[in-house]
């Protein structure tokens, strides 16, 4: 019999022709995946060797003696629910499905356990083991089980990931649900292993493969079925190795005498036979896709990892951790919490709430100010605003006993519709805070977000700041303007001033500009700059960045097609951290040029001028600037995009003029542009 040692399993999709449900393939040894320093040391295959084969002797030695420790057993889970806003965020109706099925899987009590094969049904094993979700996290506060963190590390799902959140794995079995498992379905160390990487222990799993309904499916929901296994120190049917279907696996073995020896599948061959018996390709530590069981041998096998202390399993089921994860029978009501679909509407939009409270509610009490119903007593209500405002919700829940509220003071903001017009100059000059000026910010994980500061501007005393030297790598930080209406719009140019510093060479933080043309419901990326390149304005600073005069960028948004010229238009500033310095954002301006404006109104009097217009070689740029500053002169195509800069730099008050270059372009239409601090003007010339 060959032994090989994996330090995890690795759950993985192959596509099947012709097939809606997918075969599973597992990889070892994918070390990359581990962020403790121990993988690189050169002893420690030898180390997670001994420890397999220590483990291995216990199982033997327990799997003799039949002992079960005191009947069936208990384990406290936890879902870490890994996401950035996307479908990856599954509800909690998901997780419950999905807790359903891993109880009924290891309880025989799955309704397919019946349609095993005569040959393997009295093989079909009741594991007696239950999973039940916490209802106290590590510090004895109240809890549902399921956690919510907010990060683009959802798209990795390596341990960077695992790192934003970790309960301790000697009280609770680990989940982390993620829009990616690592390139896998999922993913989990085996005990042996697990023991060296405390903080990582558990089980990452794709949300797609989570429970049976939400993004999870019939055909997919028995994978977290199979990479419990694994974290309970089964193997594949087959054995050890990655790969099933290869005629070598018949000389490995899994370690279970009543698993018959087999190649693996990716199919469901229900007469196969490959090692010279009928394989068990119906049980779930196989890769064929009509997993229903567990043997009698497999039980024996996890039971025994349960008593063991290789990477303290056996501490999960004691009494005492049963009391302090909440577990150990009927949670009682100790936490009143709501969440909604949205924060950001538009008058005349919903809002579907959702209960989230804990335990055994019963009764329900919602008010909603400003909203239609002002009260309710469902569940989850939908509640419609007409006017533009900031509106507080209380919830109040019993479970016929006691009651608890709670008070969300700004929980949806609704917007104008249709917004302001253009054009907007916005230098944050007017506002102690964004709600000022109703803008939002958004700030799901609870460091700094986005604030009105003085420390620094490129006009004016203020600008938007960011203080990102406290965010952890991958938290994202949202800025939104209020609605804007370009129905009147034929182009529309946005700009804006920004200043950033790395700390390190290697930060690679984010700003990302997205656009919205139905008031914040859905998003499209319009522009992103990068920290190691465009975005960096300061070089590197170790110290607290605040920029100078100098450490200012400029930067343009012309892709703003005619499906965005909305009366509801909306844009949203995103900044995901790397590690980075500060970040600031200042002179934001929103230029939408009218459709069908006489000439007279786009002159906006003697403040800008063309003369004459249409051009000659001999016309003439007439500014009359109402306040000295930094002035910024342009010309500017129908697209948005910057052909000539005529100043960049501080003028005083009064009249100004300027020759307007008209060398080299093409006939048609196209304006000027003057800026200041609050100031953004435009007026159209025609070049025959």
């Not at 995946?33 to 002893?43: C, I, L, S, T």
């Not at 605003?385 to 006691?402: F, K, N, Q, R, W």
């Not at 958004?442 to 986005?450: A, E, I, K, R, Y």
């Amino acid at each position: 019999m060959q032994r090989t040692y994996s330090l995890f399993s690795l759950l993985l999709t192959l596509p099947l022709v012709g097939q809606q449900t997918p075969a599973f393939h597992c990889g070892a040894g994918e070390y990359d995946r581990v962020g403790a320093a121990v993988v690189r040391e050169a002893d420690f295959p030898q180390r997670v060797a001994q420890a397999d084969a220590e483990l291995e002797l216990f199982t033997r030695d327990f799997t003799e003696t039949g002992t079960r420790g005191g009947g069936g057993y208990v384990i406290p889970v936890v879902f870490h629910i890994i996401h950035n806003g996307g479908s990856e965020n599954i509800n909690d109706s998901q997780i419950h499905d999905a807790m359903r099925i891993l109880n009924e899987d290891f309880n025989r009590m799955n309704p397919d356990w019946d349609n095993v094969r005569s040959e393997f049904q009295d093989l079909v094993a009741d594991i007696g083991v239950e999973f039940r979700l916490a209802t106290k996290d590590p510090n004895g506060n109240c809890t549902s089980g399921i956690t919510r963190t907010q990060s683009a590390l959802t798209n990795e799902g390596s341990s960077g990931m695992k790192a934003l959140i970790s309960w301790p794995r000697n009280k609770y079995m680990q989940v982390w649900v993620a829009a990616s498992a690592d390139g896998a379905a999922g993913y989990t160390f085996r005990p042996g292993s697990a023991q060296f990487f405390a903080s990582e222990d558990g089980i990452v799993m794709q949300h797609l493969y989570v429970g049976a309904i939400g993004t999870g499916s019939t055909s997919r929901s028995r994978a977290l079925t199979h990479e419990v296994g694994h974290w309970l120190n089964l193997a594949h049917t087959w054995g050890d190795s990655n790969e099933p279907a290869v005629a070598s696996n018949c000389n490995m073995d899994d370690n279970v005498s009543d698993t018959p020896n087999t190649i693996g599948w990716t199919t469901c061959s229900l007469s196969g036979i490959t090692c010279g018996s009928l394989d068990n390709v119906e049980n779930y530590m196989d890769y064929s896709y009509c997993s229903k069981m567990f043997t009698v041998g497999q039980s024996s096998r996890m039971v025994a990892a349960l008593n063991s202390n290789t990477a303290q399993r056996n501490q999960l089921s004691l009494l005492s951790n049963l009391i302090n994860t909440g577990v150990n029978g009927n949670a009682t009501l100790c936490e009143a919490h709501f969440s909604s679909n949205t924060g950001q509407i538009c008058a005349g939009g919903s809002v579907q709430y959702t209960d989230e409270s804990f335990h055994n509610v019963s009764i329900w009490s919602w008010t909603f100010t400003g909203g239609s119903p002002s009260t309710s007593d469902e569940e989850d209500p939908i509640v419609t605003y007409a006017e533009s405002g900031i509106y507080p919700v209380t919830l109040s829940v019993s479970d016929g006993s006691s009651t608890i509220s709670t008070t969300t003071q700004s929980m949806v903001v609704v917007q104008n519709d249709p917004g302001q017009a253009p054009p907007i100059s916005e230098g944050f000059e007017t506002a102690a805070q964004f709600t000022d000026i109703d803008w939002s910010v958004l700030n799901v994980d609870g460091d700094n977000g986005f604030t009105i500061s003085t420390a620094a501007s490129f006009s004016g005393s203020k600008s938007a700041r960011l203080q990102n030297t406290a965010s952890m790598d991958g938290r994202i930080d949202q800025l939104l303007t209020p609605t804007i209406d370009l129905s009147d719009a034929t182009d529309v140019l946005v700009s804006f001033r920004y200043a950033y510093a790395s700390r390190q060479s290697g930060n690679d933080d984010r700003l990302r500009v997205f656009v919205s043309n139905n008031c914040g419901e859905t998003w499209s990326l319009r522009k992103q700059m990068f920290g190691s390149s465009t975005l960096n304005t300061g070089g590197v600073t170790s110290t607290n960045f605040v920029p100078s005069a100098a450490q200012w960028g400029y930067t343009e948004i012309a892709t703003i097609s005619s499906s965005y010229h909305v009366p509801n238009f909306r844009l949203r500033f995103e900044f995901e951290s790397d590690g980075g310095n500060n970040f600031y954002m200042d002179d934001v301006n929103i230029n939408g040029f009218p459709v069908g404006l006489e000439e007279a109104q786009l002159e906006r009097g003697a403040l800008l001028s063309v003369v004459p217009n249409p051009t000659t070689a001999n016309s003439q740029v007439i500014v009359n600037l109402p306040t000295t500053g930094r002035t910024t002169l342009e010309l500017v195509d129908v697209l948005g995009r910057t052909i000539n800069t005529l100043q960049d730099g501080d003028l005083s008050a009064g009249e100004r003029r300027f020759h307007l270059p008209t060398e080299g372009l093409s006939s048609g239409l196209y304006f000027v542009r003057v800026r200041q601090a609050g100031l953004n003007e435009a007026v159209r010339f025609t070049v025959q």
